[in-house]
């Protein structure tokens, strides 16, 4: 079955600091994985993605992925962190004609 | 402005009470979907809707009922709630079910508490 999991629930870092939000997947066939941010009292917003391809794809806010096939893994990055970052931070992947989240992490950015 | 907005925001009621949340977006999106949010689980698909008219079950359908006669609404109606629909609800949208759905649009949310 499709899934995601994200192994930590929360994430503490220092601002400037480099930052990595970590996720792991269980899919069959080649995966379509996700990652988005949930800014306090707002909705989801898509980060990034990756279908097929380059293996590190970059996308909003300065952040990028890396697809790790061999470690089944789809870690976010961003090498310096802002305090602005600090947000729940979900990622997903793609089963039919749905989208699975998983259980989200939460990321403090510390001054 | 394109966006997905829902209402009520906020909504306290009591067990067997018959409510519904709006959802509505102004993008021409097919594709349409409700979410509950609940602490450690991450976001669960209770309904969808590929089209007008053509809506599935996802992953924890049981008390909620959907319905998607015009493309840009798909309202979320509990019949009878219960304490454990106590949740934070999301509305998203696409523009289609195939290569565009990961990009899906939310709204801001809906915290419902049933006591």
């Known amino acids: 079955a499709q899934s995601v999991a994200q192994p930590e629930d929360q994430v503490n870092v220092a601002e400037g600091n480099p930052l990595t939000v970590k996720c792991t997947y269980s899919?069959?066939?080649?995966?379509?994985l996700f990652w988005y941010v949930q800014y306090p009292n707002r909705g989801l917003q898509f980060l990034l993605k990756y279908i097929t391809g380059d293996n590190l794809v970059k996308g909003s806010y300065g952040f990028e992925a890396e697809f790790n096939k061999s470690q089944t893994s789809f870690h976010l990055k961003k090498p310096s962190a802002l305090v602005s970052d600090s947000a729940l931070y979900f990622c997903?992947?793609?089963?039919?004609?749905?989208?699975?989240f998983g259980s989200g992490t939460r990321l403090s950015i510390r001054p | 402005e394109a966006q997905v907005t829902q209402n009520p925001r906020y909504l306290i009621t009591v067990t067997g009470k018959k409510l519904t949340v709006t959802c509505s977006q102004n993008m021409n999106h097919e594709y349409m979907s409700w979410y509950r949010q609940d602490p450690g689980l991450g976001l669960r698909q209770i309904y969808y809707?590929?089209?007008?008219?053509?809506?599935d079950k996802g992953d924890v359908p049981e008390g909620y009922k959907v319905s998607r006669k015009e493309k840009r609404n798909f309202p979320l109606i509990l019949e009878s709630p219960s304490p454990n629909q106590t949740s934070l609800y999301f509305c998203?949208?696409?523009?289609?079910?195939?290569?565009?759905?990961?990009?899906?649009?939310f709204g801001p949310g809906t915290r419902l508490t049933v006591t």
């Open positions: 899919v069959s066939g080649n995966p379509y």
């Open positions: 809707s590929m089209n007008v008219e053509v809506t």
């Open positions: 998203a949208s696409s523009l289609s079910p195939g290569p565009n759905l990961y990009e899906q649009y």
């Open positions: 997903a992947v793609k089963k039919a004609s749905k989208i699975i």
